[in-house]
């Protein structure tokens, strides 16, 4: 069974600083990874995914993960906030059917 | 290429109702998965539907139960319901038959329950 740990509730970031969201998940069969961002009250939008190949994948707005296998690890990133960064980020794991999300963690963007 | 939509998007109920929430798949997705989410239990898989057929079930009591049609279109019903229902229901489809299927969301269903 897949699970998805997110170790950060919340991060808060100073504006124009680097942030990194940590997740770490277990499977015991190969899993596709996926970071979604959700604003207040609206849904959950994809940011980026990684299916194979090349383990930095680069997505939306600035943002960029890097699968390491050996750490179960699949981290967010992005070099430098924007105020309009804050908001809640998912990450998730998916097999061939179910997709696993993680707990989520809120991004806080501090002027 | 429209996205997925779910209509309504709120909804004030009184417990002991029952409600219905839709949601419109982007066209030539089959699979039409409900989540709940609230602020203490965070975002929780209610089923999955893949043509029709229920395909997986989450943690949920049979009060919440749901259906696809022919085409693609979901319905959740909760009946009886309790005030900790109120929540963010999100529907999101996705194509369903391949590895690594990527899950595109709707705006939600925003349910209060008084």
């Known amino acids: 069974a897949q699970s998805v740990t997110q170790l950060d509730s919340q991060v808060p970031v100073f504006e124009e600083a680097p942030v990194e969201l940590r997740c770490n998940y277990s499977s015991s069969v190969s899993v596709y990874l996926f970071w979604y961002v959700q604003y207040p009250n609206q849904g959950l939008q994809l940011l980026l995914k990684?299916?194979?190949?090349?383990?930095l994948v680069k997505g939306i707005n600035g943002f960029e993960a890097e699968f390491n296998k050996s750490q179960t690890s699949f981290h967010l990133r992005k070099p430098s906030v924007h105020i309009s960064d804050t908001a809640e980020y998912f990450c998730a794991a998916g097999g061939y059917q179910k997709v696993t999300f993680g707990t989520g963690t809120k991004l806080q963007v501090i002027p | 290429k429209a996205g997925v939509t779910q209509t309504p998007r709120y909804l004030i109920k009184t417990r002991g109702q029952q409600v219905t929430l839709s949601c419109s798949p982007i066209s030539g997705h089959r699979s039409v998965s409900w989540y709940q989410q609230t602020p203490g239990q965070g975002l929780q898989f209610l089923f999955e539907?893949?043509?029709?057929?229920?395909?997986n079930k989450g943690n949920f009591p049979g009060r919440f139960s749901g259906r696809q049609f022919s085409n693609s279109r979901s319905e959740m019903n909760v009946s009886t319901l309790e005030l900790g229902d109120s929540a963010l229901y999100l529907c999101?489809?996705?194509?369903?038959?391949?590895?690594?299927?990527?899950?595109?969301f709707g705006p939600g269903t925003r349910l209060t329950v008084l």
């Open positions: 999101a489809s996705r194509r369903g038959e391949g590895r690594g299927d990527t899950q595109y």
């Open positions: 539907y893949f043509s029709e057929t229920q395909r």
């Open positions: 990684y299916l194979s190949g090349s383990t």
